[in-house]
C-alpha cells in the first residue's frame, strides 16, 4: 500500500505563527491531496496537487510536492483558532488492472492555542 | 445542492443483526468509496467503485460487502456485524482523479 504518513502526528502552536506539516509516501502517484477534519465529521478537500506540480497556493494555504524525495508539504499561514483540525494527505495511484485507490495518512492534530 | 448523503448519522446495533448504511450522492461521480476510522489508525479503505457493477476490495473488506446498482448509490452492507466494526464510517465520491467530497459520517456501535 502507497500509505502517506504524516508528520508530526500532534502540532500545537500560537494564533499567528504558521504551521507545517508533512506527508511521506512510498509509491509513484498520480496526484496527492490534503484534506481537513473537524472533530467527527467528514473530511474536507483543501488542495490537489499533481505529479507533475511543485507547489501550489490556495488562500493561506500552501502545498508543496517533492517527487524525488516522495514527500509533500502543506503550509497554513497566520494561523487562526478555526484552523484546529485534523489535516489529512491521501495520495493516488494506478493499480495493475487501471483502478484508482485513494490512500490516507493517519494525520496530523493541529492544535491553534488562542 | 451538491452532496453526499449518508444515513443514518448514529447507530447502535447487536451482533449478528444485518444492517445497512446508506450512500448516496447527486454529482454524477464515477467514484464511490467507504472508508472506517478508528483513533490511530486513520482512515482505512473498506470497497470502492469505479462506476456502476464495478466494485474491488480497499485494505479491509472483511466483514463487509459493497453494492453499485445506480451510479449514484453505493450502500455499505453488513451481514453479520461484529464488535470489531465498531467504527466511524464514511463514503465519499468524486470524478476519477479529483478530489472527494465525504459524507457526515456514520457512527456505529456493535454491542
Known amino acids: 500500500s502507497q500509505q502517506g504518513e504524516e508528520d508530526p502526528q500532534a502540532l500545537s502552536i500560537q494564533e499567528g505563527e504558521n504551521a507545517t506539516m508533512n506527508c511521506s509516501y512510498k509509491t509513484s502517484i498520480n496526484n496527492l491531496q490534503w484534506y481537513r477534519q473537524n472533530s467527527g465529521r467528514g473530511l474536507v478537500h483543501l488542495i490537489l496537487i499533481r505529479s507533475n506540480e511543485r507547489e501550489k497556493h490556495s488562500g493561506r494555504l500552501r502545498v508543496t510536492l517533492d517527487t524525488s524525495k516522495k514527500s509533500s508539504s502543506l503550509l497554513i499561514t497566520a494561523s487562526r483558532a478555526a484552523d484546529t483540525a485534523s489535516y489529512f494527505c491521501?495520495?493516488?495511484?494506478?493499480?495493475?488492472?487501471?483502478?484508482?485507490?485513494?490512500?490516507f495518512g493517519q494525520g496530523t492534530r493541529l492544535t491553534i492555542n488562542p | 445542492e451538491a452532496q453526499v448523503t449518508q444515513n443514518p448519522r448514529y447507530l447502535i446495533t447487536v451482533t449478528g443483526k444485518k444492517l445497512t448504511v446508506t450512500c448516496s450522492q447527486n454529482?454524477?461521480?464515477?467514484?464511490m468509496s467507504w472508508y472506517r476510522q478508528d483513533p490511530g489508525l486513520g482512515l482505512r479503505q473498506i470497497y470502492y467503485s469505479m462506476n456502476v457493477e464495478v466494485t474491488d476490495k480497499g485494505d479491509v473488506p472483511e466483514g463487509y460487502k459493497v453494492s453499485r446498482k445506480e451510479k449514484r448509490n453505493f450502500p455499505l452492507i453488513l451481514e453479520s456485524p461484529s464488535p470489531n466494526q465498531t467504527s466511524l464510517y464514511f463514503c465519499?465520491?468524486?470524478?476519477?482523479?479529483?478530489?472527494?467530497?465525504f459524507g457526515s459520517g456514520t457512527q456505529l456501535s456493535v454491542l
Open positions: 491521501a495520495t493516488d495511484g494506478w493499480e495493475g488492472q487501471g483502478a484508482q485507490k485513494l490512500v
Open positions: 454529482m454524477n461521480h464515477e467514484y
Open positions: 465519499a465520491s468524486s470524478f476519477l482523479n479529483e478530489k472527494l467530497f
